[in-house]
């Protein structure tokens, strides 16, 4: 008996080395694409790296022009919340990502809040009191300098947890804490910082190849594009530092992994190792924005058109070995293995409290999509109804908790007072896990009885406000001197580039193809949600990144139909 297991094992054991013989032996075989860009056009590459820069530095000043750097991000309720767990993790003892109750009640009553009814007494009112970083200062400051607590439980309300938010937020904060002290500036510091990190792993790894240069400087000048919009008047965004826009950051790492997929396979040394550092930042930067797992949806849908279309490949090649090729490649074991870490970290990290009806560590999924329903102007009339009424108060974070009471009411009986904790923790909260149980159901058999109305929401409503909200964003655009020239810069250098460099058609057509659906992928989570201004400020971005990318296509299209210059190359 124990013979024949051990013989299993060892076939198991066999088995495993020849795979893994075999996975290694494929990606040593893996070639780059596109050569690296010749001697006498290496001109480019330093444009691009320059026009990347100069585009980098003036959007930091822009950010610092509109001061950005002395606004608190909202939410700032979240704000503060996040402030007190990472305070309590600090100097109090807390573990597992929740914090100290009187740390967030010091800085609640400091003004960091949305409660008119507490920054009454500083003359204020809310927003306004996000834009006096003196007076955010001042109530971090009120909440270091707490001493002494006393033991803290759930039981006895001393400890809570936020509501609903990525733990890696509080990370974020941390470290700009770390390194720029305890002020609102730290935390425009730091975007800049993990920016300008990104960029320079980036220009690293492809200092060499003038095309990703290219991709490279046309994201960076979109994001100073979109900074001369007026998104950002948004009282809800207002700062480059808001988490609703920190998904922003993930930009530029998921670009350097796209390379590594579809161009610039061959594992070098120094290619693994920059990419692994740019695999670990894009883990990093999810953990505090959920939000931006789309990234990793849009590489594999990438994957699959790659593998299923030929995209101008002259070579034979069957679609099941192109997905392979795909699926065992060296960037797609980094990213499993960033999302594993990264599930793995959460796993042992969180406090257990997580695990209860209560808290839920992210946002909330199936709220927010109940809430997108009410984007339809016919909700009153046509939408859900509880007791005949209509649900009340469409498009609103109300609407969502109302619906799940009712929910509860209709099916379970359940009172909206059982909804609400006021026992565990040291502030009053919903059941978030089963208020997300109540409204996905909720949302779920709605959408089946009307799948006109779901079908409407979706296909024309949610789109329809989405250029809505973009058209607003660029109504009396401020076209300042330094944007104006780099985009000039960008498309004579872009267009230049692609009728300079000998860029296969199968490699044109699959970045082209790879950007669409990275476009397309990027609206994921404002369609399941709602478009709001607020909220879709990283598909802005990447959007006119994508508009910028064509029009420098376009631009050499049209030159070289009046001066030829190099031939196409299949």
Known sequence: MSGTIWGRAAGLCRTLIDATRRVIGMNAELRDEVQPTPLKLRWLNLCFAALTIGAGLLAYDEGLRQKMHRVAPDAIEMLAQTIAVDISQRYHGTRGYVGRSEVLQTLLDGGVTGRQNLIDKFGLTYPENGERPELIEKAIKDALALKDLPEATFGNQKLF???????????????????????????????????????????LCYHADALPLLVLSIAVVALLTLLDSQLFTNVNLRTIHNQRFLGSLCLVPYLHLLFTFLVYRRPSWTRVVVTVLQA??????????????????????????NAYFRLGRSYVETRLKRLA??????????????????????????????NLDIYIPYHMVWH???????????????????????????????????????????????????????????FPAPRIRLHEQLIRDRF???????????????????????????????????????????????????????????????????????????????????????????????????????????????????????????????
């Open 444 to 570: 779920l058999r709605f959408v089946l009885h009307n799948p006109r109305f779901a079908l409407e929401v979706y296909l024309w409503y949610k789109p329809k406000m989405f250029f809505q909200e973009l058209l607003w964003a660029f109504e009396g655009y401020r076209w300042s001197l330094g944007t104006m020239l780099c985009q000039v810069a960008l498309l004579a250098l872009g267009a230049s580039a692609w009728r300079l460099l000998a860029i296969p058609d199968d490699v044109r057509k699959t970045l082209s193809t790879a950007l669409i659906v990275t476009g397309v992928m990027s609206l994921i989570p404002v369609v399941w949600t709602y478009p709001l201004r607020h909220v879709v400020g990283e598909q802005f971005l990447i959007w006119i990144a994508i508009v910028l990318y064509f029009a420098t296509f376009l631009l050499s299209e049209a030159w070289s139909r009046v001066r030829p210059l190099v031939p196409r190359h299949a």
């Open 325 to 354: 090729t795909f699926a065992f490649s060296w960037p797609s074991f980094l990213v499993i293995g960033g999302l594993v870490c990264s599930l793995a970290y959460k796993t042992v990290t969180l406090h257990p409290i997580y």
């Open 280 to 305: 670990a930042l894009l883990t990093l930067l999810m953990f505090a924005r959920s939000s931006s797992f789309w990234m990793i949806l849009s590489l594999v849908a990438i994957a699959g058109v």
């Open 161 to 203: 947890a936020p509501d609903a938010n990525d733990p890696g937020f509080v990370d974020y904060l941390s470290l700009s804490f770390d390194l720029f002290g305890f002020q609102v500036s730290a935390f425009f510091y730091f975007y800049f910082l993990v920016f300008g990190i990104s960029v320079a792993l980036f220009l």
């Open 368 to 426: 927010n999509a109940y809430m997108g329903l009410g984007v339809h102007p016919e909700w009153k009339e046509r939408g859900d109804k509880h007791k005949g009424k209509p649900i009340p108060d469409a498009l609103t974070d109300n609407m969502a908790w109302m619906g799940a009471v009712a929910e509860g009411d209709e099916r379970y009986g359940i009172t909206e007072a059982y909804l609400n904790n006021n026992v565990i923790g040291g």
